[in-house]
């Protein structure tokens, strides 16, 4: 098992920018997909960004397309959620997950196929 740690939420502004950060221990983080996964009060877990696991493929929910970066420094270990121009509808506890499979070189999208998390950290986008 990979063990994952999310740092970086906090409150921010409308129109406002975030960074967060998931630090991966244990497995080889450079051998596995990486995604990024929010959940809002009173509504599923929903996937927001992915990436494989060389960082050549990266895949984005339609609601964050275009303001959100996802990007690896594998040396590091480290997995990184850039978020700009936040709206409300943003804030939620964002996790960050490890797929069950490693060395697939196709971004994974669905709750199933990770098979470890972070305990989360919340975002909170309101003035």
């Known amino acids: 098992q990979v063990q994952l740690v999310e740092s970086g939420g906090g409150l921010v502004q409308p129109g406002g920018s975030l960074r967060l950060s998931c630090a991966a221990s244990g497995r080889a983080f450079s051998r596995y997909a990486m995604g990024w996964f929010r959940q809002a009060p009173g509504k599923e877990r929903e996937f927001v960004a992915a990436i494989n696991w060389r960082g050549s493929s990266t895949q984005y929910a339609d609601s964050v397309k275009g303001r959100v970066t996802i990007s690896r420094d594998n040396a590091k270990n480290t997995l990184f959620l850039q978020m700009n121009s936040l709206k409300a509808e943003d804030t939620a506890v964002y996790f960050c997950?490890?797929?069950?499979?490693?060395?697939?070189?196709?971004?994974?999208?669905?709750?199933?196929?990770?098979?470890?998390w972070g305990q989360g950290t919340q975002v909170t986008v309101s003035s």
């Open positions: 997950a490890a797929d069950r499979e490693p060395w697939r070189g196709v971004t994974v999208t669905t709750v199933a196929e990770f098979g470890s």
